[in-house]
């Protein structure tokens, strides 16, 4: 298996634009999670999803968040529009149950400017 | 929700001496304690975990201790090397699995030649 795969893996783009941010868990996982890293807050869980539904939003800053799953094979995190201060690295992970170790993705690391 | 506290935030050690760092959460009900090592510009991967049921577990030079009673788990690698240097993360699975996992803020391990 090919591990947790996300797209792009940079992304540069001005405010006031939309980012999709994707993911394509690992086969068989039914837990996918969206984190945001930031050297001031850490790893901060935005949604997680169990068997393609939302479970958790709480996470998600404000409604310019907005995430999906529409089958077992990809998810995807959308701003809209962008501010700099999403500017962070942010992670899709998956697991086998909520009560196994995830296996992270290689992360996007977004800048807004 | 689930609060977990780590420390040191940066650790620096000789090399072969011992490294160990500390995590404590607050949910009592909480039951899955994984620690993952990120290297800089990488993925957050997973070393080593513990569940409640049990009290040590080790993997070659990586331990962990969970006390339930205090609250607290560690992270304990003995024989450092310089392949060692990186940011380590706690986590904490509360117990009605609902929040997905929270992270501690990370220790950055610093190993000196």
């Known amino acids: 298996d090919a591990g947790v795969i996300q797209s792009p893996r940079h992304e540069v783009t001005e405010m006031g634009q939309e980012v999709t941010l994707r993911c394509k868990p690992i086969?068989?996982?039914?837990?996918l999670f969206w984190y945001r890293q930031t050297m001031m807050r850490g790893l901060e869980l935005l949604i997680y999803?169990?068997?393609?539904?939302?479970?958790?939003d709480s996470g998600m800053p404000e409604d310019r968040f907005s995430a999906k799953m529409p089958n077992a094979s990809f998810s995807t995190l959308k701003i809209q529009p962008s501010e700099p201060r999403d500017s962070a690295v942010y992670f899709c992970?998956?697991?086998?149950?909520?009560?196994?170790?995830?296996?992270f993705g290689s992360g996007t690391r977004l800048t807004v400017v | 929700g689930e609060n977990v506290e780590q420390h040191p935030s940066t650790l620096s050690v000789q090399e072969g001496d011992s490294a160990v760092i500390k995590c404590t959460y607050s949910?009592?009900?909480?039951?899955?304690f994984p620690w993952y090592k990120q290297e800089l510009g990488k993925r957050p991967q997973l070393i080593i975990d513990?569940?409640?049921?049990?009290g040590e577990k080790k993997d070659q030079r990586i331990a962990v201790t969970l006390n339930k009673t205090a609250k607290h788990f560690s992270l304990h690698i003995t024989e450092t090397q310089p392949e060692d240097s990186a940011v380590y993360f706690c986590?904490?699975?509360?117990?009605?699995?609902?929040?997905?996992?929270?992270f501690g803020k990370g220790t950055h391990l610093i190993i000196q030649p």
């Open positions: 992970a998956s697991s086998f149950r909520d009560n196994y170790g995830y296996t």
């Open positions: 086969s068989g996982h039914d837990y």
């Open positions: 999803f169990n068997n393609n539904v939302p479970i958790d």
């Open positions: 949910d009592s009900a909480s039951n899955y």
């Open positions: 513990i569940r409640s049921n049990v």
């Open positions: 986590a904490s699975l509360s117990g009605g699995g609902a929040d997905g996992l929270t």
